[in-house]
């Protein structure tokens, strides 16, 4: 089809949908709901884009302490396969391949949302899609989306929410990918990849080796006083390194610094 034709079919589709809702009686409540709009229950009534299942984790005992949707159906296990159980009875969801790989990325995952201030903790979330296998063997596409939705007072993740939805109609053919999403700040979201920091795991970083050692010391949470005991240097030591750090990466801040080095997997080095 010529571009000119294209062009007015697409403009004779849009006429015919308009007309449809220009026909749509104008209720009054409408502008009450606008403005009483909760983002959190349209988020609830939309956050699966398929069938879904979902389960609660308790990550001090490292057991599954509730679930819900379609689990039987989607995973062709029951509840009580899953309630009270450890999570390495997770490892039967996928292939060794994955397993491996998504495992890794967990480590990423908890070493980011450890490296942010505790109040900023419960913006920190993941997605990632893989291949899911059915208790029967038979398999489809996930998309697996974790937010922590409890932290102790030590800003500690104790509750973890995680949400299975089968989208194998958007894309049949399953893919590792993993995604950290940082909505800390919601006029500047983060959306960070780190999976080719797992499958590349570069063998020259863009800093020094006493560079790398202060800012693993400072994703700990240590202050530069700290640090600069640990390493018996001074702490105008400690502060140029960090100064030097955002040269060399092209970064502002600590934040950013971070992501960084979990995105291309400097902490494994």
């Not at 990632?128 to 932290?151: N, P």
Request: hydrophobic content about 40%; proline content about 4%; some cysteine.
């Amino acid at each position: 089809m010529k571009p000119a034709s294209l062009r007015n079919e697409i403009i004779g589709a849009y006429k015919k949908l308009k007309s449809f809702y220009d026909q749509l009686p104008r209720d009054p409540d409408l502008d009450l709901y606008l403005n009483q709009f909760s983002f959190g229950e349209v988020i609830e009534k939309i956050y699966a884009v398929g069938p879904y299942c979902w389960f609660i984790s308790d990550m001090r005992k490292a057991v599954f302490v509730k679930t819900g949707g379609a689990l039987k159906q989607m995973t062709g296990y029951g509840e009580d396969e899953m309630l009270g159980k450890s999570f390495i009875n997770a490892a039967r969801f996928t292939s060794p391949e994955f397993l491996y790989t998504i495992v890794q990325a967990a480590e990423y995952f908890w070493g980011y949302f450890y490296m942010q201030p505790l109040e900023n903790r419960l913006h920190v979330k993941s997605s990632y899609t893989y291949k899911f296998i059915r208790k029967d063997g038979s398999t489809f596409h996930a998309l697996q989306q974790s937010s922590t939705i409890f932290i102790d007072k030590q800003g500690n993740g104790v509750y973890q929410f995680d949400l299975i939805t089968d989208i194998t109609h958007l894309d049949p053919i399953p893919q590792l990918r993993f995604f950290i999403l940082d909505t800390a700040d919601s006029n500047h979201m983060k959306n960070i990849p780190i999976q080719p920091g797992i499958n590349k795991n570069p063998a020259i970083l863009p800093i020094t080796a006493a560079e790398k050692r202060v800012l693993e010391l400072i994703a700990l949470g240590k202050s530069i006083k700290m640090i600069a005991d640990q390493l018996k240097i001074s702490e105008n030591t400690v502060k140029h390194h960090r100064t030097n750090m955002f040269a060399k990466c092209n970064v502002k801040n600590m934040a950013e610094l971070t992501a960084k080095a979990v995105g291309e997997g400097w902490f494994l080095k």
